[in-house]
């Protein structure tokens, strides 16, 4: 996949998103971006796996800094310590990022200035309760640690879009780098996605989906 011009769209909800004219693509559902990934993310992957001590996150697909801003936000509300990983191999320009409306909608734009402002490959303590560690890399390139995250948060484009990005190498490099009874969660429900995770060694259903969408998938290792 080769980086293209973005371009700022206004969901349903009235939250923005990306829209990639090249690729035909959103970086949300158009039916509203913050409602899609409170769904699928927070509610299908965060909120499940809190627990006493360091919850470990890893994102694929940094993106517009959504899923971050809304998981430092929930880690903050509950008392939860919170290592967030995200990769990202295309990172937003400023003017881009600096034009999404999410920290004004959550109240929040001093947060989401210092995530978007955050260096890349450094991890940095954001707030008492929120470490952050932007990876400027590809799932397909990354070395990640064995046993180690909670909750993966599989946000890449879509799997008709992107199909090498959901192969079974990655999805092995995902189960491996997951501590046993870890979830990772994705907005899409493609049956072959679902089968492929199966073959990996995962547990994998569907369940609602956001807005708009009738399934989404979480699989367990
Ligand atoms: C659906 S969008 C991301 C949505 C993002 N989580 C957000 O809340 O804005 C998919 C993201 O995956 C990134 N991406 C593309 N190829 C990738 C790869 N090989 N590894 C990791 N991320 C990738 C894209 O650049 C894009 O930012």
């Given at each position: 996949?080769?980086?293209?011009?973005?371009?700022?769209?206004?969901?349903?909800?009235?939250?923005?998103?990306?829209?990639?004219p090249?690729?035909?693509?959103?970086?949300?559902?158009?039916?509203?971006?913050?409602?899609?990934?409170?769904?699928?993310?927070?509610?299908?992957?965060?909120?499940?796996?809190?627990?006493?001590?360091?919850?470990?996150?890893?994102e694929?697909?940094y993106?517009?800094?959504?899923?971050?801003?809304?998981?430092?936000?929930?880690?903050?509300?509950?008392?939860?310590?919170?290592?967030?990983?995200?990769?990202?191999?295309?990172?937003?320009s400023?003017?881009?990022?600096?034009a999404?409306?999410?920290?004004?909608?959550?109240?929040?734009?001093?947060?989401?200035?210092?995530?978007?402002?955050?260096q890349?490959?450094?991890?940095?303590?954001?707030?008492?309760?929120?470490?952050?560690?932007?990876?400027?890399?590809?799932?397909?390139?990354v070395?990640?640690?064995?046993?180690?995250?909670?909750?993966?948060?599989f946000?890449?484009?879509?799997?008709?879009?992107?199909?090498?990005?959901?192969?079974?190498?990655?999805?092995?490099?995902?189960y491996?780098?997951?501590?046993?009874?870890?979830?990772?969660?994705?907005?899409?429900?493609?049956?072959?996605?679902?089968?492929?995770?199966?073959t990996?060694?995962?547990?994998?259903?569907?369940?609602?989906?956001?807005?708009?969408?009738?399934?989404?998938?979480?699989?367990?290792?």
């Amino acid at each position: 996949m080769e980086q293209q011009e973005p371009q700022l769209i206004l969901c349903e909800d009235g939250s923005h998103t990306i829209f990639l004219p090249a690729l035909n693509e959103t970086y949300h559902s158009t039916r509203g971006a913050i409602p899609e990934s409170v769904h699928v993310y927070l509610n299908n992957g965060f909120l499940p796996v809190l627990k006493p001590g360091l919850l470990k996150v890893l994102e694929i697909g940094y993106g517009t800094g959504l899923n971050a801003l809304l998981t430092a936000i929930e880690a903050q509300s509950r008392g939860q310590e919170t290592e967030y990983h995200s990769l990202e191999p295309y990172p937003l320009s400023k003017e881009i990022w600096s034009a999404l409306n999410y920290g004004q909608l959550l109240a929040e734009e001093p947060l989401w200035n210092q995530l978007n402002e955050a260096q890349w490959n450094e991890k940095q303590k954001l707030t008492a309760l929120f470490t952050l560690l932007k990876d400027k890399v590809k799932l397909e390139d990354v070395l990640l640690p064995d046993a180690y995250y909670d909750v993966v948060y599989f946000d890449g484009f879509a799997p008709r879009k992107q199909a090498e990005l959901w192969g079974v190498s990655n999805l092995k490099k995902l189960y491996q780098a997951m501590k046993p009874g870890a979830r990772l969660v994705t907005y899409t429900a493609k049956a072959q996605l679902r089968r492929d995770l199966i073959t990996v060694g995962f547990e994998a259903g569907l369940v609602k989906g956001p807005p708009g969408k009738k399934d989404m998938i979480v699989a367990v290792r």
